[in-house]
């Protein structure tokens, strides 16, 4: 079974320029979240989509954040204009939904992302 | 939001030695996940354990669900068990949302 793709794996970009972030779960998987890692701490999720519909945004920092997954398969994150407190590993990671319970989370192997 | 404490924060152990790592929430939860975060980054399942025990190999888990806690043992330890454990927590409605712990970084010496 394939697991969860991301690409790039790293990026580096100068502060206020943009930057996109793309996702594939594992096939099946209708529950897909973006998570914000920063050197040291644990992840912090950003947004949480089942199917393409969002069920939590709550920590997405909106003015300058924004996710898609318009066919309910994978899913861009974007950040529109990078600040320096932005470099962190972007994890994404997918699980099972019955009901609407999510079962356990695989996560990617994360994109590295540096502004200077 | 649920409060994710781990314990300890820091853990240094001979190769072959033991260890219990703890993680305490503060609230009730649906699901609770145990991650082994590798030196490249990765994070790894280990155990899907919202009560019980479980055991892989040289890992267990137990979970209490009512008083709001788990625990990850790790037996006979080896170097490539280095690097920083997670717990997640999935909070009851609304949202499903997953808290993480702040890990416990581990490092196993030769």
């Known amino acids: 079974e394939a697991g969860v793709a991301q690409s790039p794996r790293y990026k580096i970009i100068e502060k206020r320029q943009s930057v996109a972030f793309w996702c594939n779960p594992i096939?099946?998987?209708?529950?897909l979240y973006w998570y914000q890692q920063i050197l040291g701490q644990g992840p912090k999720l950003l947004i949480q989509?089942?199917?393409?519909?969002?069920?939590?945004d709550s920590q997405l920092p909106k003015d300058r954040f924004s996710a898609e997954r318009l066919k309910g398969v994978d899913s861009t994150l974007k950040i529109q204009p990078a600040k320096l407190e932005d470099s962190a590993v972007y994890l994404c990671?997918?699980?099972?939904?019955?009901?609407?319970?999510?079962?356990?989370?695989?996560f990617g192997p994360g994109t590295r992302l540096t502004v200077t | 939001g649920i409060q994710v404490e781990q314990s300890p924060p820091d853990l240094i152990l001979q190769e072959g030695a033991n260890s219990t790592l703890r993680c305490n929430f503060s609230?009730?939860?649906?699901?609770l996940q145990w991650f082994h975060q590798n030196p490249w980054g990765q994070l790894i399942n280990l155990f899907y354990i919202p009560s019980g025990t479980k055991q892989n190999g040289r890992l267990s888990a137990t979970t209490v669900a009512t008083e709001r806690y788990s625990l990850l043992y790790i037996s006979s330890s080896q170097t490539t068990d280095s690097g920083v454990y997670f717990c997640?927590?999935?909070?009851?409605?609304?949202?499903?949302?997953?808290?993480f712990g702040t890990g416990t970084s581990l490092t196993v010496i030769p």
């Open positions: 096939s099946g998987h209708a529950t």
């Open positions: 997640a927590v999935e909070r009851v409605l609304p949202g499903n949302q997953f808290y």
């Open positions: 989509f089942q199917n393409n519909g969002v069920v939590d």
């Open positions: 609230d009730s939860v649906n699901n």
């Open positions: 990671a997918s699980s099972f939904l019955f009901g609407t319970a999510s079962y356990e989370q695989y």
